[in-house]
Every structure is written in C-alpha cells, then in structure tokens.
C-alpha cells in the first residue's frame, strides 16, 4: 500500500497545478482537487486528536492545558460542539465563569444537548450579575443614563 501510494504521490507532483490527467475510462484526476482534499481530512484528524489530549489532561487535573488544547480543537473544528462543552467544564473547574456560558451555549447551539442541562445549572446567575452591575453603575452615576 505504502509503494501505490508513494507512486501516486510521484505521478501528481510531476502534474501542472490544477491539470487534469484523462484516462482512457474517462476518469479524471486533478491535482488541485487531491491538494484541497487533504488538509479537511488532516484538520478533522487533528482537531480529535487535540480533543482527545485535552480529555486526557482534563481527567489528569491539568485543566489549563486542557483548555489549550480545546481552543486548538476549536480552531481547527470550528462546530467541533463537544470541545466547546468541554472547554466549559474546565473553565468551571478553573473558576473561569464567564467563559462557562458561552461555550456552553455555542455547544447546545450545535446540538450538543447535554449542554443544556449545565446552562441551566450554571448560567443563571450571568444576567443577575450583568443586572447587578447594571444597577451599581446606575446609582453611582445616574446622569451617565
């Protein structure tokens, strides 16, 4: 498998960029559309690899590399719905609580359900502190509203 492969590779480097090769079957192969194929697949491959590191370093206490290697997840899987989640979990672990909410809330808006469950838990206090502030703000500076 190891030599068809290097053998492929071989032949589509020595194609021009974005060349089709015609076989007489009438299949065709560019070397474009096996460039931009790749790299989907390595990023998908990567952002569970980063995921799967960020698990193991959360269950290990490690919560602030967990969360490093949850935004690495992110980053490359942008609707990667359980790293949102768990990047929720370490923050809480953290005493991170801003963050908390909103990643739980981009997890349960890409259909990760359980994250519901935690926001209700959790996030109710976010808009009575945002109120809160609201108010202190408000009484010592009423001519600013």
């Given at each position: 498998m190891?030599?068809?492969?290097?053998?492929i590779g071989l032949l589509m480097s020595l194609m021009p960029l974005g060349q089709p090769?015609?076989?007489?079957?009438?299949?065709?192969?560019t070397s474009?559309?096996?460039?931009?194929?790749?790299?989907?697949?390595?990023?998908a491959e990567s952002a569970v690899s980063?995921?799967?590191?960020?698990?193991n370093k959360y269950d290990a206490g490690n919560y602030s590399g967990a969360i490093?290697?949850?935004d690495?997840?992110?980053?490359?899987?942008?609707?990667?719905?359980?790293a949102y989640y768990n990047r929720g979990l370490?923050?809480?672990k953290l005493g991170y609580l801003q963050d908390v909410c909103s990643d739980w809330k981009k997890a349960l808006s890409l259909g990760y359900e359980y994250a519901g469950?935690?926001?209700?838990?959790?996030?109710q206090w976010v808009w009575i502190i945002d109120f809160l502030d609201y108010l202190s703000i408000w009484i010592l500076n009423p001519s600013k509203y």
């Open positions: 190891k030599k068809r492969t290097a053998a090769l015609v076989i007489k079957t009438g299949f065709a192969l474009a559309g096996l460039i931009l194929s790749i790299p989907e697949e390595a990023n980063f995921y799967n590191q960020g698990n490093s290697d949850y690495k997840a992110i980053e490359l899987n942008p609707n990667f719905a359980q370490s923050n809480v469950i935690l926001i209700i838990e959790y996030c």
